[in-house]
């Protein structure tokens, strides 16, 4: 019995060790199986939820002329799309126009999209390349920052410039007549608290320009031309910049690039550039809202 019963024990404890092994098998497969198949199940996820990559705001040059309606379709999306921002250029009359005011179609509709707290408004001011009187430009940025005073109402207002014909080309004149303009727009009165400064080179300038703006837009051009001078790629190559400075604008979009093409350019420009303008549209561009434009914004949003 002595030898049996130890027999019989170590048998019985065999047992119940094989049993217990048998579960602790079955337990550690099922973990195994569980790692193999949850991971790739919340990579999956993970990889739907981030698929756009990082968000950027939707660039408006807004050369539309405010006729009643006329500004309807950008009204719609900022309204869609709360969590998107919008920065939106006007242009009354190549800058502020002649006068202390707008028309009667730009201050009933420039407070509208003022109020928009997703909306930064910026006021036109062309530099042809820094050749410019200088004073004139300087009027036409003060005359932009009166607006709220000129007509007593704070939501006719624009928060900051664009700065359009901006020079590619280094020289150190340019430099000091775009940092003298920067400085004036950031020291005024009537652009809120934050005034935003762009430039519009259209092309790469020389990165010692890049500083002197808080955005750039460094590529104006064609579906075709992003396409044959391989844009993202001539973004990232930029010295001293990130995408946090860099707006690209691109035209002339072919129709056919629609669905899931037209998903994969507007994620390829967001992951090199914070603005972001892309239009079908072929010629005056600006002037109005092409086909694709709700679809555009919406994918800006995803
Ligand atoms: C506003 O726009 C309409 C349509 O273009 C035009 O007929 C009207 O004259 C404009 N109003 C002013 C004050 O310019
Ligand atoms: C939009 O603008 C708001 C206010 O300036 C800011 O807090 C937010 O981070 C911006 N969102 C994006 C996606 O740029
Ligand atoms: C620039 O414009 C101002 C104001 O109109 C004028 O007084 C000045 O003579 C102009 N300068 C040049 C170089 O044309
Ligand atoms: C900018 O230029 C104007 C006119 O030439 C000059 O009076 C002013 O002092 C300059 N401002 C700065 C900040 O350099
Ligand atoms: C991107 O550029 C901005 C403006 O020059 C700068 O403030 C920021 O630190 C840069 N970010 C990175 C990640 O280099």
Known sequence: ??????????????CLKSRRSRI?????????V?????????????RKKNSMGPKSKVFVPLYVYPAPGAWTPLEEVISAHPDVNFTVVINPGSGPGPNALPDANYTREVPNLASHANVRLLG?????????NVSLVRKDIETYAAWPSASSNPDL???GIFFDETPQQYSPHSLAYLQNLTDLTKGLNGFGPDPFVMHNPGAVPDSRYLPTADSTV????????????HGARLLTAIPESNRTQLCAVIHSVPSTVDGSKLRGLVKQVR?????????????????SFGTKWAEFVSLMAA
Do not use: C, N, W
């Open 34 to 46: 569980l790692a193999a198949v949850i991971p790739p199940v919340v990579v999956t996820t993970l």
């Open 271 to 287: 992951s090199v550039a914070d603005e972001v303008f892309i239009t079908h549209l072929s010629s005056d561009y600006y002037a």
């Open 24 to 32: 602790v098998l079955a337990v550690v497969i099922f973990i195994v």
């Open 124 to 132: 036109y001011v062309h530099t042809t390349y820094a050749t410019r």
């Open 157 to 159: 207002a624009v928060r």
């Open 218 to 229: 460094v590529f104006e051009e064609t579906y075709t031309t992003f396409q044959e001078r």
């Open 1 to 14: 019995m002595s030898t049996t019963a130890p027999e019989k024990h170590v048998s019985k404890r065999g």
